[in-house]
């Protein structure tokens, strides 16, 4: 069965960096498109990046030129590099795949602040 396991979430000073995981536990992710999003307490999920099957990335505007998507397929994992971080980009990040079937981590927190 399919999981995702997202780790690298924490405290950071505004300016700082992080880069997430997710880790999935089938390879066939490998083959698909995974998401990134995010929630903010009181707000609604959004999506921040993904990358396809063919590694192609994609990024939500908000995150273009700060965040970069990327795939280790021998693990596999997905990463999330995040830069210039601010405090908005706090939140409960989640990895996200629609196929083969809807699949979510548990989430890993990241808190902006100084």
């Known amino acids: 069965q399919l999981q995702l396991v997202e780790s690298g979430g924490g405290l950071v000073q505004p300016g700082g960096s992080l880069r997430l995981s997710c880790r999935a536990s089938?390879?066939?992710?490998?083959?698909?498109?995974v998401m990134w999003l995010r929630q903010a307490p009181g707000k609604q999920r959004e999506l921040v990046a993904s990358?396809?099957?063919?590694?192609?990335?994609d990024y939500s505007n908000f995150v273009k030129g700060r965040f970069t998507i990327s795939r280790d397929p021998a693990k596999p994992t997905v990463y999330l590099q995040m830069n210039n971080l601010k405090p908005d980009d706090s939140g409960v990040y989640y990895c996200?795949?629609?196929?083969?079937?809807?699949?979510w981590g548990q989430g890993t927190h990241v808190t902006v602040s100084s």
């Open positions: 990358i396809d099957g063919h590694d192609k990335p």
């Open positions: 996200h795949t629609e196929n083969p079937y809807d699949t």
């Open positions: 089938l390879t066939i992710v490998n083959f698909n498109t």
